[in-house]
């Protein structure tokens, strides 16, 4: 009797072992958050610099990728004044499709294990200084608040704010005016609040989105310093509320 309990108890060790390294496989291989938090292992990507990583064979080059970075980075100290991001923030570039099919083209994922740290996901077609300036815009505002702050943001106020440090013409003054007739055809803030609001399916609409929340950030900013808009997201990061703060100020 004491053989047979000898031998089984190294076979549950070993079968919980397999499926230990099955689960660690799958979950590095085939979701999107195990793949994307394993590209500093994966021998398919290179250390561009700190929490940079380039695809192997990439038509980009390292150079370029410095370059286009160290622009988008002064560009959102600039604004904020500071950034606290960088540390936890990584950019991956990557024009391999079958990856960038796993990974996200133009995403900034957050994610809370380990740690709550900020992963940028671009291909070659979006890696540009406004569209890297835009994700480590959206990676600062991040770094003052907690995963269910971010979460219970209006989206607008998001994607607004990423857009004041993106200067495509799409999102340009010029563009609201005439797309709004003046702000008399504006998205009403309330109805573009939530994730599935705001990031409809119907391209058009999303890019009108994101026109008018860049115009309500600005309009908002012409009135507040950054720091009044940081302190504001402290604030609701305390558990104020947001509208509550947003109209008064």
Not at 127 to 135: I, K, L, R, T, Y
Not at 168 to 185: A, L, P, Q
Request: contains cysteine; aromatic residues 12%.
């Amino acid at each position: 009797m004491k053989t047979r309990s000898k031998k089984v108890i190294p076979t549950i060790i070993l079968t919980m072992l397999a499926l230990f390294i099955v689960a660690a496989v799958i979950f590095f291989q085939f979701t999107q958050m195990g793949y994307i938090m394993s590209i500093p292992l994966r021998t398919n990507f290179n250390k561009i610099e700190n929490n940079v990583y380039l695809n192997k064979d990439n038509s980009l080059t390292p150079d370029e990728v410095r370059e286009i970075t160290a622009q988008a980075k002064e560009r959102v100290t600039e604004f904020y004044g500071d950034t606290h991001c960088l540390e936890t923030t990584t950019i991956i570039i990557c024009d391999d499709k079958n990856i960038s099919d796993k990974i996200g083209e133009k995403d900034t994922n957050t994610f809370l294990f380990p740690t709550k740290k900020d992963y940028i996901c671009l291909s070659n077609d979006y890696f540009n200084v406004d569209v890297v300036a835009h994700e480590l815009t959206h990676a600062e505002l991040h770094s003052y608040i907690s995963a269910d702050t971010q979460r219970n943001l209006p989206v607008w106020f998001d994607e607004g704010l990423a857009t004041q440090n993106d200067y495509r013409e799409k999102y340009s003054y010029e563009n609201w005016v005439t797309k709004t007739d003046n702000g008399k055809k504006a998205t009403p803030l309330e109805d573009m609040d939530s994730h599935s609001e705001f990031q409809c399916k119907d391209e058009n609409e999303r890019q009108f989105h994101y026109l008018c929340a860049k115009h309500e950030i600005s309009e908002w900013l012409d009135k507040h310093s950054v720091q009044e808009l940081l302190e504001l997201v402290k604030a609701v990061n305390n558990g104020e509320d947001f509208y509550t703060l947003y109209n008064k100020a």
